[in-house]
């Protein structure tokens, strides 16, 4: 299976992440506050045209269809804030969905990312997640990411302690 990114499709991007979002809440994992997942909550200076679909396109012939979700940016004001601009990448709402889940999808997602942060000369990725999960955690871990520090952060009127990580390229 191959893969093709596409960041000109914020509302289908939003449908998957409310689709995702309402599996986490029907299976007892509730990580995003669903009513919060809008365009006005979502989209704004720093994530317009930084909301990435990506596509696995099938080898036999078929239609290509949206498997993931997340949104890349390179200016994070709430999370990083002490990051200057354009020094490094900040990965958001990451959702893979249901019928691709368990596929190595984020390793594609990892390398698409790491080449767009190289093409803009940044060597630094970094994410952050609810540190009340751990297989969460251990998932980043897996994939090189280092957890460097837990802080409150308060999103859309709801407060989570989050792990931050980084990794470099």
């Known amino acids: 299976m191959t893969f093709t990114f596409r960041n000109d499709q914020p509302d289908l991007a939003i449908d998957i992440l409310k689709e995702v979002g309402q599996w986490l809440v029907n299976n007892d994992q509730e990580l995003w506050n669903l009513d919060t997942l809008t365009a006005q909550n979502l989209l704004d200076e720093h994530t317009m045209g930084n909301l990435y679909i990506m596509y696995a396109d099938r080898n036999d012939g078929t239609e290509s269809e949206p498997a993931a979700v997340f949104i890349l940016q390179w200016k994070d004001p709430l999370?990083?804030?002490?990051?200057?601009?354009?020094?490094?990448?900040?990965?958001?709402?990451?959702?893979?969905?249901?019928?691709?889940?368990?596929?190595?999808?984020?390793?594609?997602?990892?390398?698409?990312?790491r080449q767009e942060c190289l093409r803009r000369g940044i060597t630094t990725l970094q994410l952050e997640t609810d540190a009340t999960?751990?297989?969460?955690?251990?998932?980043?871990?897996?994939?090189g990411f280092q957890p460097t520090y837990r802080k409150l952060i308060t999103e859309f009127g709801d407060t989570y302690l989050c792990q931050f990580y980084t990794i470099k390229f």
């Open 79 to 113: 999370f990083w804030p002490d990051v200057p601009d354009n020094t490094s990448g900040f990965i958001h709402k990451l959702a893979i969905r249901r019928p691709f889940a368990g596929q190595n999808l984020f390793a594609a997602i990892l390398d698409f990312v």
């Open 133 to 143: 999960r751990p297989k969460l955690m251990q998932f980043y871990e897996r994939y």
